[in-house]
T-cell receptor, first 111, second 114 residues
Framework: QKEVEQDPGPLSVPEGAIVSLNCTYS??????FMWYRQYSRKGPELLMY????GNKEDGRFTAQVDKSSKYISLFIRDSQPSDSATYLC???????????FGGGTRVLVKP | NAGVTQTPKFQVLKTGQSMTLQCAQD?????MSWYRQDPGMGLRLIHY???????DQGEVPNGYNVSRSTTEDFPLRLLSAAPSQTSVYFC?????????????FGSGTRLTVV
């Protein structure tokens, strides 16, 4: 079993809809949680970074972490066609560089 | 700022050949790492470094070597290429030593081993 699980999708939504993405993890030692966006043939780009449980908001993006259920979420409001990409969740035990990634969810926002 | 620079962008190797993937960052980050990305597998950690002269193995280290002689550079060496090493390789860096964890990835090296 992978330590971080993510539905591969694809997830198709109409422009303007809310995109809801989720990951589950199994390692209780994970303390840091991140969401990356990856466009085709590009490197991952950090979207959101949170420590421990709670919510974090940045513009149209909201990240939630529930450590009691080992559940990570990302919400994208007012989705745009430019949000079409693969979204990767990642976790780490410490704030270092040993990230454990989920497999990624492909999102398609249709005009 | 150039960020994280990876070279080459594309490479085709024959089985048994060796090569070095280059990675350089200009953000004075202490941490650097190498990942490989395969379809359906996400990104998997190969090797990482928490500073010059310090390296350690990640999840899938076999067949790869690294060294970190400077803060800026973190090359990845394939010792004897195998078709199973066909993948997209990403270098990443983070942590400027000042409490800011900015994780930055390079644009990747697409490697095909035939």
């Amino acid at each position: 079993q992978k330590e971080v699980e993510q539905d591969p999708g694809p997830l198709s939504v109409p422009e303007g809809a809310i995109v809801s993405l989720n990951c589950t993890y199994s390692n209780s030692a994970f303390q840091y949680f991140m969401w990356y966006r990856q466009y085709s043939r590009k490197g991952p780009e950090l979207l959101m970074y949170t420590y421990s449980s709670g919510n974090k908001e940045d513009g149209r993006f909201t990240a939630q972490v529930d450590k009691s259920s080992k559940y990570i979420s990302l919400f994208i409001r007012d989705s745009q066609p430019s949000d079409s990409a693969t979204y990767l969740c990642a976790s780490d035990k410490a704030a270092g560089n040993k990230l454990t990634f989920g497999g990624g969810t492909r999102v398609l926002v249709k005009p | 700022n150039a960020g994280v620079t990876q070279t080459p962008k594309f490479q085709v190797l024959k089985t048994g050949q060796s090569m070095t993937l280059q990675c350089a960052q200009d953000m004075n980050h202490e941490y650097m790492s190498w990942y490989r990305q395969d379809p359906g597998m996400g990104l998997r950690l190969i090797h990482y470094s928490v500073g010059a002269g310090i390296t350690d193995q990640g999840e899938v280290p076999n067949g790869y070597n690294v060294s970190r002689s400077t803060t800026e550079d973190f090359p990845l060496r394939l010792l004897s290429a195998a078709p199973s090493q066909t993948s997209v390789y990403f270098c990443a860096s983070s942590y400027d030593g000042q409490g800011t964890y900015g994780y930055t990835f390079g644009s990747g090296t697409r490697l095909t081993v035939v």
